[in-house]
């Protein structure tokens, strides 16, 4: 109410301080502050994107303006990228998802050791891709610790083998992400003013019920948000693909067929090809999540005076 | 004497013969037995008691920093008293979630689910009780209608003003026909006009709905007019407990009459006592006579009471007792009267309150404290 009310009033004494012959000066002055930014932007995104795309519909091998997208979408094994980045992904985006909203929960409140907690989940952000396959390289081969536990404690006697496979991408991911989609659900549960839950609670709402009618719903926003941000980088998946999975077979990512062609064929056309449909299908499921969340409840976590 | 509200609407018991059409009340007795509540070393409620009859409207009062919130969240559930007892009924509640007490509340900042529709709001607390859901609809239409909200059933809270949101904060709480409605400072988010207008229709609701409710504010004039009896907290502890007459007529100790507006208070020491009459001597030495509230023998020190609008302003030149010499420091209009504070031998900053208002600033006049209204408490100790 308030914050609208505020609102209001703002624009109302904007407008009352402009006499016509000031709106065009200020008008200029505002559009002179944005250049910087707009030409980063042009500079650094659209200008690439741009380029590339031009560059992917000059097809190197010949053919139609659309050759190279044509290539990849019938050859099986190019077509195939698309579905093993998503096995990827998704998995690795969904168990982030489902050990982070009850942890965040559980945060939301300032609990003794909040720091150190929220310290040693965020640590894995600072190590970055490659230091974590290169650990799980060693920490889950053959002769790792892993093994060595569980053949120590007479629980296998083959070694589990949890790399040079999907699942150890997937756990590389998982570790990689993690940091990201629980601070983002920390920040939207402990918006969540905590009288709501207290009223539920007054109001005959077991634990569960106050979870799953009050908190989830109002969480909505930041799952929607960490979803689309950690399915999106999950998606350009790459060094741990490589190190950690079967680059040949089941975890040939599409980036992974974006470098092959780039640096293998030496073909820049098909390889930008290939990063352009990477970039369609993130803005995609982008604009599915986002269309999604914007359906559902999306405003305040507290009602009140605002 | 002129008659008291209240007492149409106090609970007579079952040999009641009042013909009021309210409804009885769902309890018959909530038993509170020595609630204590420590933070980290700090006690902020020690060994609350209090008896509530069924249809009660019991207000607690005092600062912040009382107990006051402490007391009813400890009676919610939301808070676990480290001892003591609570019996609704005979049934001992102390260790039952809040969620299984069948108690109503409201939040000061209303706690309405943001992502649900008025409708919806109201009707949490029937889907929780698992209501069949054509007997829901029919309890929400009621109150709704109740509280004058029917056509904003399909909004959202943050559509809504501070005072209907109140009204769908306290809906929501009474349509569970709780045992017992918990109020945590309701009014103090709203504007003075609004606050009026939901201290009457709070009070409307507790009659048509007989509920018994437990109100916890830090405003006096809150507490006087909607309660019938006062619990007056300072510190953790019960200081007095009364009707809002009797603790405003008859303050237990300085402290009650300071915060029940007896705005001036001032040091004294005790010269003699006779009978409930009681001579001390001010800082200057000026010689008054009160009336004696509590123990004193002489020697003592006291605190000396009165009201701003209980000391008479009186010609230039009178010698009754009581009387000294004052000059208007300032004068504060105030529609229904006016107010001086004035400077004299008893101190600089005296409020008076008057019906005249042609007194202006620097103009000397002479104050008299009557006897009978001026109070003489012990003064207080720091048992506390």
Redesign the interface.
């Given at each position: 109410?308030a914050r609208k009310m505020h609102g209001s009033s703002t624009e109302t004494r904007t407008t009352l301080n402009r006499p016509g012959f000031r709106i065009n000066r200020s008008a200029w002055l505002n559009l002179l502050m944005i250049v910087p930014a707009v030409l980063l932007v042009l500079g650094l995104f659209i200008y690439p994107l741009a380029y590339g795309l031009r560059l992917s519909l000059d097809p190197q091998t010949g053919g139609g303006i659309l050759a190279n997208y044509e290539h990849f979408f019938t050859d099986e094994r190019e077509r195939a990228t698309i579905w093993n980045t998503v096995r990827l992904a998704l998995p690795a985006t969904l168990i982030n998802l489902l050990v982070a909203i009850p942890l965040a929960y559980r945060m939301r409140r300032v609990v003794r050791g909040r720091r150190l907690i929220t310290g040693l989940f965020v640590i894995p952000m600072t190590l970055g891709t490659v230091l974590i396959a290169q650990g799980m390289l060693s920490f889950f081969g053959p002769a790792g610790w892993f093994n060595k536990t569980l053949e120590f404690l007479r629980i296998t006697d083959d070694p589990i083998r949890l790399i040079y496979n999907r699942t150890g991408v997937i756990i590389s991911l998982t570790i990689a992400e993690f940091p990201v989609v629980f601070l983002i659900l920390l920040g939207f549960a402990s918006g969540i003013?905590p009288?709501?839950e207290?009223?539920?609670?007054?109001?005959?709402?077991?634990g569960w019920?106050r979870f799953r009618?009050?908190i989830l719903?109002?969480m909505v926003p930041g799952i929607a948000t960490a979803f689309a941000l950690s399915f999106v980088m999950t998606f350009a998946v790459f060094p741990t693909a490589v190190m950690l999975g079967q680059p040949a077979g089941s975890t040939r990512v599409i980036a992974f067929a974006a470098w092959q062609a780039a640096y293998e064929r030496f073909d820049y056309s098909a390889a930008s090809a290939i990063a352009i449909i990477m970039a369609s299908i993130e803005i995609c499921v982008l604009a599915v999540v986002f269309g999604l969340r914007s359906r559902l409840?999306h405003?305040?976590?507290?009602?009140?005076?605002? | 004497m002129t008659t008291h509200i209240e007492t149409d609407q106090r609970p007579t018991g079952s040999s009641g013969t009042r013909t009021s059409e309210r409804p009885a009340p769902r309890i018959d007795t909530l038993r509170i037995r020595n609630l204590t509540k420590t933070f980290g070393g700090v006690t902020a409620l020690q060994e609350f008691a209090l008896d509530v009859r069924g249809g009660e409207f019991i207000s607690l009062l005092g600062p912040s920093g009382c107990g006051k919130t402490t007391a009813l969240n400890c009676l919610?559930g939301?808070l676990e008293p480290d001892s003591g007892d609570i019996e609704v009924d005979g049934d001992h509640i102390v260790r039952t979630?809040?969620?299984?007490?069948?108690?109503?509340?409201v939040?000061q900042?209303?706690?309405?689910?943001?992502?649900l529709t008025v409708e919806r709001n109201i009707a949490?607390?029937l889907e929780?009780?698992r209501i069949p859901k054509a007997e829901r609809d029919e309890r929400v239409d009621q109150i709704l209608n109740l509280v004058h909200l029917g056509e904003h059933r399909e909004k959202?809270?943050?559509q809504?003003?501070?005072g209907q949101?109140q009204r769908i904060a306290i809906a929501?709480?009474v349509v569970?026909e709780p045992r017992i409605m918990?109020m945590d400072e309701p009014l103090s988010?709203l504007d003075a006009k609004l606050r009026l207008e939901m201290r009457t229709e709070i009070r409307r609701l507790h009659h048509a709905l007989g509920l018994t409710t437990i109100y916890v504010t830090h405003d006096q004039e809150e507490a006087l007019s909607l309660s019938d009896r006062v619990v007056l907290m300072e510190l953790g502890n019960i200081r007095q407990v009364g009707t809002p007459r009797d603790v405003y007529q008859e303050p237990a100790s300085a402290y009650a009459a300071s915060f029940l507006g007896c705005r001036n208070l001032l040091p004294v020491r005790v010269a003699s006592l006779d009978g409930t009459s009681v001579t001390a001597e001010s800082a200057s030495g000026m010689s008054l006579t009160g009336s004696l509230r509590g123990e004193l023998t002489p020697g003592d020190n006291a605190i000396a009471a009165i009201r701003p609008e209980n000391i008479n302003l009186l010609q230039q030149g009178n010698n009754a007792p009581n009387t000294t010499i004052g000059e208007v420091q300032a004068v504060e209009f105030l529609g229904q009267g006016t107010e001086l504070s004035i400077s004299c031998e008893l101190g600089d900053n005296i409020i008076v309150r008057t019906n005249e208002d042609t007194w202006q600033y620097g103009d000397r006049l002479v104050l008299q404290l009557p006897g009978d209204r001026f109070f003489i408490f012990p003064a207080e100790s720091e048992e506390g």
């Open positions: 109410m003013d009288n709501l207290r009223a539920a609670q007054m109001l005959g709402a077991s019920q009618r009050i719903p109002l409840y405003g305040p976590a507290s009602a009140g005076k605002g | 919610a939301l979630p809040p969620e299984r007490r069948r108690f109503g509340m939040f900042n209303y706690a309405l689910f943001p992502h949490f607390g929780m009780q959202y809270p943050a809504l003003s501070g949101q929501r709480a569970t918990l988010n």
